[in-house]
C-alpha cells in the first residue's frame, strides 16, 4: 500500500537501474521542467526529442538544468513519436512521454504494428491520487483513453490497474466496480456488467485482487455509509483501484477530487509494453513531474 506521492517517488528511484524516458515534442516549458526535476532526483534519464533550438532556447530562458548530450532532433511531429517509439524497440529507452503534440501523432506510432508497442490488449488510462481525505494512494480507470468500454474491455482495463499496482509492490490490491447502486438492475448496464466481473473474481477468472461491485461511491469510501445501509465487504473505506463506468464517470470523479477536495494526480497510459506518459498539454509541471515518478516506478525492473 502506497500512502502518498512522496512513497511511490521512493519506490522510483529505489530501481535497479535510473529509467531512460523518450519524450516526443519535448520543446515545452513545464515538460522540460518537470523531467528536469526528475533527473535531479534521479528518477530518470531524459532522451528529449524534437525542435532542439527551441529546447535549448526554453532551457537558457527558464534556467532549466539538463544534460547537454540529451537531444535528438526531428522535423515534426510525426517524426517525433516515430522516433520516441523505436527508442523503446531499440531498447534505447524504458517509457514514453508526451510533450508538445497532440495525443492521436503519438498513439499512431504507439500501435504501429511496424514497432510492435502495442500487447494486443486494450491500452487504458491509469490515474493515481493522492487525496487528503484518504489513507492511501486511490486509482481511478479509465477517465482519458476507452470512452465506452464493453464488458471484455472492462476487464482488461482492470487487470492493467492491478498489473501497474503489483508492479509497485501491492500483493492484491482492492477493486471498486463502481454503479450508481449496490444492487444489479437490469435498466442499468454498468450494475450488470460491474456483477458480471464480480462473479468473475468468484470464479477464479480475475485474480491477483480483491473485487467488489456493483458498489456505489459513497459505500466504497464511506464506512458510515455502509454501516447505515447495513452493507458489508473488504473494499468498504479501503479501495484502491476505482473502476468506473466509462470515460465521463473517470474524467469527471478525478476532476473533482482535483478541484474540490484538494488531491493531486499522476497519471500514463498502461497496456502498452512500457508505459506512457500521457497528460493534458495543459497540465502543470508537478502533475507530469509525478507521472515521471510513477511511470519510473512502474516500468519493468
Known sequence: MLRNFEEMIKIAQSGLKTKKVAVAAAHDQHTLEAVSL???????????????????????????GLPSDCFVASKDDKESAEKVVSLITQGEADFLMKGKLSTPD??????????????????????????????KLLVVTDGGMVMYPDFKQKVDILNNAVATLHRLGYEKPKVAVLAATEEVNYKMSESVDAGTIKDSYLRGVINGCIVEGPISYD???????????GYESPIVEDADILLVP??????????????????????????????????SRGATMEEKYCSLALSAAAAHL
Request: hydrophobic share 50%; no cysteine.
Open 38 to 64: 526528475a533527473y535531479r532526483k534521479s528518477i530518470v534519464e531524459p532522451i528529449l526529442v524534437g525542435d532542439v533550438e527551441m529546447m535549448k532556447a526554453l532551457i537558457d530562458k527558464y534556467e532549466i
Open 106 to 135: 503519438l498513439l499512431r506510432a504507439v500501435v504501429d504494428k511496424t514497432f510492435g508497442l502495442q500487447n494486443g490488449g486494450t491500452m487504458s488510462h491509469f490515474a493515481i491520487l493522492e487525496v487528503p481525505s484518504y489513507h
Open 219 to 229: 459505500l466504497a469510501m464511506s464506512r458510515e455509509s455502509a454501516e447505515i445501509k
Open 246 to 279: 466509462d470515460i465521463a464517470a473517470g474524467n469527471i470523479l478525478s476532476k473533482a477530487l482535483i478541484y474540490s477536495a484538494g488531491a493531486k494526480m499522476a497519471g500514463m497510459i498502461v497496456g502498452a509494453r512500457v508505459p506512457i506518459v500521457l497528460n
